[in-house]
């Protein structure tokens, strides 16, 4: 079969095969592919193909990895194919088999004789293999293994990942210029960044074509910064995979640090009160272990300090986002808006937040989510609790909370109409407010519990050191 | 000479090897399922009864419907959902449909290469245009048919626990019946080259079978399993009668009726039931008399795929003329639930225990393919050793050996659903 275009190969592993099933259901555009399209299909137990090639042009894969023995079967396939598939949720997330994460050889052991190797964790086949298309659904839409096979005949051999954010493929994302990194290989268009951001009302984000081409990008494919995007960094909070990032700044602070520099750690409330949750520690351990960063002192503070509201109204933006936010729709209420703060953080100090739009202001920004993965070294709960070594409070008191986008939405046509004439509007545009902020640390409950047991955290530091 | 087969058979759902041992006088067979665990009944504890059907129909892409079912059926036991007549039509039809669907899969793109000398699809639709082209026709007829009731063809979605989620309106039962209608047409045709087969001979070495006893009716739903002995019980005493054992070779259970190797399936259910096929006894007259021989289980694919297709057009045309009944509402609570249906490949059980939150807290199922899995070991030592005797070839042996396996449909990613307990 030397003139054959194309020489396919789909093996199987643990899975439901009905993703084979489907292929099957073909029919007739099956049979055409192998006649008119010159398809030779060299390894498909179920159709009868069961020759082992030294060399594949496609690969495909059904099913997920259980055990080590498919593991090395994965990598020799991904060594002797130029292009390899993943077909259906089992390979490309894990599916069905994954949720048999907590079982090891114990349930097993009564099966030492039979033909299988030792079981590892189900994860996507990516972890493995580099992967080249994906094929999504449980099971895969027939029609796209069929345009997927056709551009492949035709030699249209194009990297999926790439299509994915079309609007930045050369570089990092920034809205002036370094926040957020996106990664098209990881990204499995399950649509959670674009529905936050169109809860936000800000819709910069957007899902794109169909089939094989569907990618996430913003509207016209226009750089981030052309679009409405307020750099909340929801997006990035709540995509499941990683693909969508903020710029860290880890590294340079661990560097600074490492080479003895005198750093203050300024904390925020809420970023405290998250990490406390997430951590499941006392707060007061967690300044403990933040010094044991090597930080020489943490100081609790809250953008309210510096808020300095005129006698007339004033909305103020906790952040960039809401001040990007008002700018932007609500262009007549402008005049009323105060600065953003985190503008007088003393130079040489890091700001440790909830907020990925405060990293706008400088490089010495830490995410409450980057903190966390540099505690990762420490043993927290070993440590003694300790105060921080200032404490800021807030300047104003008595003024209105406005979280969330409904809530906001609603007090700022209120503005608009005149029925709030006077008093300070603090506002925040993230729901949950900045207790949910873009920078958050991954916790391992469910959203309604995690958001509950954080207020919990949250009401509890302010009683005590609010008091001190 | 090497005297033992390890054959690895394709054209099934799964992986599976054959090993032959013709060593000794007593012939040793083995039927090797080298599937990956999957542990379903570990997977499934702790969860919502409302996402275990979803979860369960993974068990099989071919079969997905008949899970679907059958665990749909545990749970309204469970929960004592007492669904409307029309839902329980509607549901008999969805069976019914995709065991056809499965049948000209599995006869015309699987099983019917062994006889006619093709080794994969490909080689079939060069020697038989024909037959390959009204195969195709009739499997697409049928997954419309599937599409227009389950939603999908592989994983439905058209039903939660309590009924289905969107009203079948007269249209789209009536687009159903004529798609049916067509393939009837086809099917009466197809069928032809199945029943004029020549099979090998083989008599049943075991012939022990169970199956599901309506009150009326083929393949309808039922509470009462009997088997070839004449013993009928309760679907919830079926671990009295059905026991589960660990092969120590394979990654599959089997079980044993009474202590005994039994098999489920077409065979099975046209064995006990043939006189009930209204409308095609003509055919039934033909097969009756090899249905000793499990190859036969072709044939009786063959007669149950023309039953299937015309029964189902006669139900829905029943159906379409009156409003349906197609929810019912579903209260929470604590039980125990069995859920019986006779699939594709034969009976399938599916059993939960529910915590007053509707949270699962136990579950069992047994499938066809772990059911008739010693059958397969006895017929093909049967039928080795009468090939021995005869003084045919290896080859021949294991050509043989495979249409055999073949000819009773194994489903191997069924069969390694299990979890191992005690």
Same mark, same amino acid.
């Given at each position: 079969?030397?003139?054959?275009?194309?020489?396919?190969?789909?093996?199987?592993?643990?899975?439901?095969?009905?993703?084979?099933?489907?292929?099957?259901?073909?029919?007739?555009?099956?049979?055409?592919?192998?006649?008119?399209?010159?398809?030779?299909?060299?390894?498909?137990?179920?159709?009868?193909?069961?020759?082992?090639?030294?060399?594949?042009?496609?690969?495909?894969?059904?099913? @997920?990895?259980? @055990?080590?023995?498919?593991?090395?079967?994965?990598?020799?396939?991904?060594?002797? +194919?130029?292009?390899?598939?993943?077909?259906? @949720?089992? @390979?490309?997330?894990?599916?069905?088999?994954?949720?048999?994460?907590?079982?090891?050889?114990?349930?097993?052991?009564?099966?030492?004789?039979?033909?299988?190797? /030792?079981?590892?964790?189900?994860?996507? %086949?990516?972890?493995?293999?580099?992967?080249? &298309?994906?094929?999504?659904?449980?099971?895969?839409?027939?029609?796209?293994?069929?345009?997927?096979?056709?551009?492949?005949?035709?030699?249209?051999?194009? *990297?999926?990942?790439?299509?994915?954010?079309?609007?930045?493929?050369?570089?990092?994302?920034?809205?002036?210029?370094?926040?957020?990194?996106?990664?098209?290989?990881?990204?499995?268009?399950?649509?959670?960044?674009?529905?936050?951001?169109?809860?936000?009302?800000?819709?910069?984000?957007?899902?794109?074509?169909?089939?094989?081409?569907?990618?996430?990008?913003?509207?016209?494919?226009?750089?981030?910064?052309?679009?409405?995007?307020? +750099? =909340?960094?929801?997006?990035?909070?709540?995509?499941?995979?990683?693909? %969508?990032? &903020?710029?860290?700044?880890?590294?340079?602070?661990?560097?600074?640090?490492?080479?003895?520099?005198?750093?203050?750690?300024?904390?925020?409330?809420?970023?405290?009160?998250?990490?406390?949750?997430?951590?499941?520690?006392?707060?007061?351990?967690?300044?403990?272990?933040?010094?044991?960063?090597?930080?020489?002192?943490?100081?609790?503070?809250?953008?309210?300090?510096?808020?300095?509201?005129?006698?007339?109204?004033?909305?103020?933006?906790?952040?960039?986002?809401?001040?990007?936010?008002?700018?932007?729709?609500?262009?007549?209420?402008?005049? &009323?808006?105060?600065?953003?703060?985190?503008?007088?953080?003393? &130079?040489?100090?890091?700001? %440790?937040?909830?907020?990925?739009? *405060?990293?706008?202001?400088?490089?010495?920004?830490?995410?409450?989510?980057?903190?966390?993965?540099?505690?990762?070294?420490?043993?927290?709960?070993?440590?003694?609790?300790?105060?921080?070594?200032?404490?800021?409070?807030?300047?104003?008191?008595?003024?209105?909370?406005?979280?969330?986008?409904?809530?906001?939405?609603?007090?700022?046509?209120?503005?608009?109409?005149?029925?709030?004439?006077?008093?300070?509007?603090?506002?925040?545009? =993230?729901?949950?407010?900045?207790?949910?902020?873009?920078?958050?640390?991954?916790?391992?409950?469910?959203?309604?519990?995690?958001?509950?047991?954080?207020?919990?955290?949250?009401?509890?530091?302010? /009683?005590?050191?609010?008091?001190? | 000479?090497?005297?033992?087969?390890?054959?690895?058979?394709?054209?099934?759902?799964?992986?599976?090897?054959?090993?032959?041992?013709?060593?000794?006088?007593?012939? $040793?067979?083995?039927?090797?399922?080298?599937?990956?665990?999957?542990?379903?009944?570990?997977?499934?504890?702790?969860?919502?009864?409302?996402?275990?059907?979803?979860?369960?129909?993974?068990?099989?892409?071919?079969?997905?419907?008949?899970?679907?079912?059958?665990?749909?059926?545990?749970?309204?036991?469970?929960?004592?959902?007492?669904?409307?007549?029309?839902?329980?039509?509607?549901?008999?039809?969805?069976?019914?449909?995709?065991?056809?669907?499965?049948?000209?899969?599995?006869?015309?793109?699987?099983?019917?290469?062994?006889?006619?000398?093709?080794?994969?699809?490909?080689?079939?639709?060069?020697?038989?245009?024909?037959?390959?082209?009204?195969?195709?026709?009739?499997?697409?007829?049928?997954?419309?048919?599937?599409?227009?009731?389950?939603?999908?063809?592989?994983?439905?979605?058209?039903?939660?626990?309590?009924?289905?989620?969107?009203?079948?309106?007269?249209?789209?039962?009536?687009?159903?019946?004529?798609?049916?209608?067509?393939?009837?047409?086809?099917?009466?045709?197809?069928? $032809?080259?199945?029943?004029?087969?020549?099979?090998?001979?083989?008599?049943?070495?075991?012939?022990?079978?169970?199956?599901?006893?309506?009150?009326?009716?083929?393949?309808?739903?039922?509470?009462?399993?009997?088997?070839?002995?004449?013993?009928?019980?309760?679907?919830?005493?079926?671990?009295?009668?059905?026991?589960?054992?660990?092969?120590?070779?394979?990654?599959?259970?089997?079980?044993?009726?009474?202590? $005994?190797?039994?098999?489920?399936?077409?065979?099975?259910?046209?064995?006990?039931?043939?006189?009930?096929?209204?409308?095609?006894?003509?055919?039934?007259?033909?097969?009756?008399?090899?249905?000793?021989?499990?190859?036969?289980?072709?044939?009786?694919?063959?007669?149950?795929?023309?039953?299937?297709?015309?029964?189902?057009?006669?139900?829905?045309?029943?159906?379409?003329?009156?409003?349906?009944?197609?929810?019912?509402?579903?209260?929470?609570?604590?039980?125990?639930?069995?859920?019986?249906?006779?699939?594709?490949?034969?009976?399938?059980?599916?059993?939960?225990?529910?915590?007053?939150?509707?949270?699962?807290?136990?579950?069992?199922?047994?499938?066809?393919?772990?059911?008739?899995?010693?059958?397969?070991?006895?017929?093909?030592?049967?039928?080795?050793?009468?090939?021995?005797?005869?003084?045919?070839?290896?080859?021949?042996?294991?050509? $043989?050996?495979?249409?055999?396996?073949?000819?009773?449909?194994?489903?191997?990613?069924?069969?390694?659903?299990?979890?191992?307990?005690?």
């Amino acid at each position: 079969m030397t003139n054959s275009k194309l020489v396919v190969g789909i093996y199987s592993f643990g899975g439901c095969d009905g993703c084979r099933h489907e292929i099957l259901n073909l029919g007739d555009a099956l049979l055409e592919l192998l006649g008119k399209y010159n398809v030779t299909i060299a390894h498909e137990p179920l159709l009868g193909y069961v020759d082992e090639k030294e060399e594949y042009d496609v690969v495909f894969i059904e099913g @997920s990895i259980t @055990s080590e023995s498919e593991v090395k079967k994965l990598v020799e396939l991904r060594s002797k +194919s130029k292009v390899l598939v993943a077909l259906g @949720s089992c @390979s490309f997330l894990g599916g069905v088999p994954a949720l048999m994460k907590d079982l090891k050889e114990g349930v097993a052991k009564n099966l030492t004789n039979a033909p299988i190797g /030792k079981l590892v964790n189900v994860v996507p %086949i990516g972890k493995y293999v580099k992967v080249d &298309y994906w094929l999504r659904g449980c099971p895969i839409n027939n029609v796209e293994f069929l345009t997927l096979i056709k551009k492949l005949v035709e030699g249209k051999f194009f *990297r999926q990942g790439e299509r994915r954010f079309d609007f930045c493929r050369t570089s990092v994302v920034n809205v002036n210029g370094k926040l957020l990194n996106l990664d098209g290989e990881k990204c499995i268009v399950c649509g959670r960044c674009v529905s936050v951001c169109s809860n936000l009302g800000v819709n910069a984000l957007g899902i794109i074509n169909r089939g094989i081409d569907i990618a996430v990008s913003t509207p016209f494919q226009e750089p981030l910064d052309n679009t409405p995007c307020i +750099s =909340c960094g929801l997006c990035a909070a709540y995509c499941p995979v990683g693909a %969508i990032n &903020y710029m860290n700044n880890i590294q340079l602070i661990q560097d600074m640090l490492r080479r003895g520099e005198k750093l203050i750690a300024y904390l925020e409330y809420e970023a405290l009160a998250a990490l406390a949750e997430s951590e499941e520690v006392h707060p007061g351990k967690l300044i403990t272990a933040i010094k044991e960063l090597g930080f020489d002192k943490v100081v609790l503070w809250t953008p309210l300090a510096e808020v300095r509201p005129s006698t007339d109204l004033s909305i103020v933006p906790m952040s960039y986002a809401e001040h990007k936010y008002i700018t932007q729709f609500y262009p007549d209420l402008k005049k &009323y808006l105060t600065q953003p703060p985190a503008t007088r953080i003393p &130079y040489r100090a890091v700001l %440790i937040t909830q907020c990925v739009s *405060r990293k706008v202001y400088g490089d010495y920004v830490l995410t409450a989510r980057e903190v966390q993965t540099m505690l990762r070294s420490l043993d927290i709960t070993e440590l003694e609790p300790t105060d921080p070594d200032h404490i800021y409070r807030p300047s104003i008191y008595g003024y209105l909370r406005a979280v969330g986008p409904y809530e906001l939405r609603g007090v700022l046509e209120a503005v608009r109409r005149g029925i709030i004439k006077t008093g300070a509007i603090v506002t925040y545009i =993230c729901p949950n407010g900045c207790l949910m902020g873009g920078g958050q640390p991954y916790s391992r409950l469910p959203f309604e519990v995690c958001v509950e047991c954080r207020e919990n955290y949250y009401d509890k530091l302010l /009683k005590t050191y609010l008091t001190l | 000479m090497s005297l033992s087969i390890q054959s690895k058979v394709d054209r099934v759902f799964g992986h599976l090897e054959v090993q032959v041992d013709l060593r000794d006088k007593d012939v $040793k067979t083995k039927f090797v399922v080298m599937d990956d665990l999957r542990f379903f009944e570990h997977v499934v504890i702790g969860r919502k009864f409302t996402e275990v059907p979803y979860i369960v129909s993974r068990i099989c892409g071919a079969c997905s419907i008949a899970h679907f079912l059958a665990s749909v059926n545990a749970v309204e036991d469970a929960l004592k959902v007492e669904v409307s007549e029309d839902v329980m039509m509607l549901k008999e039809v969805m069976n019914k449909i995709q065991i056809a669907q499965n049948t000209v899969v599995h006869l015309y793109f699987l099983a019917i290469l062994d006889y006619l000398n093709s080794r994969n699809l490909n080689e079939l639709a060069l020697s038989k245009p024909e037959l390959v082209k009204s195969a195709i026709i009739l499997n697409s007829l049928c997954l419309q048919a599937t599409k227009l009731l389950a939603g999908r063809i592989v994983n439905p979605n058209t039903y939660v626990v309590g009924g289905f989620t969107k009203n079948l309106t007269k249209e789209v039962l009536e687009k159903t019946v004529k798609t049916l209608d067509k393939a009837e047409k086809v099917a009466r045709e197809l069928i $032809k080259p199945i029943i004029d087969l020549d099979l090998p001979r083989l008599e049943d070495p075991e012939p022990h079978y169970v199956v599901l006893d309506p009150p009326t009716g083929y393949l309808s739903m039922s509470d009462y399993i009997v088997g070839s002995d004449g013993v009928r019980f309760r679907k919830s005493e079926y671990l009295n009668y059905i026991s589960e054992g660990v092969s120590e070779y394979s990654t599959s259970k089997y079980c044993l009726y009474n202590g $005994k190797t039994f098999f489920v399936g077409p065979r099975a259910r046209l064995l006990a039931f043939s006189e009930r096929l209204s409308g095609v006894s003509d055919i039934v007259g033909h097969v009756r008399e090899e249905l000793k021989n499990p190859f036969a289980n072709l044939k009786a694919k063959a007669v149950e795929l023309l039953y299937c297709i015309a029964n189902s057009k006669e139900v829905l045309s029943s159906l379409k003329g009156r409003d349906l009944n197609i929810r019912t509402d579903v209260k929470v609570r604590a039980g125990e639930g069995v859920g019986v249906i006779e699939a594709p490949r034969g009976l399938l059980i599916h059993h939960y225990r529910l915590n007053d939150q509707g949270i699962i807290t136990y579950a069992n199922v047994i499938t066809p393919t772990v059911m008739f899995s010693k059958h397969v070991e006895v017929a093909t030592k049967s039928l080795s050793k009468k090939l021995l005797e005869e003084g045919v070839s290896l080859t021949e042996v294991e050509a $043989k050996v495979g249409a055999l396996v073949r000819a009773y449909d194994p489903c191997l990613v069924c069969a390694v659903h299990l979890e191992v307990r005690r």
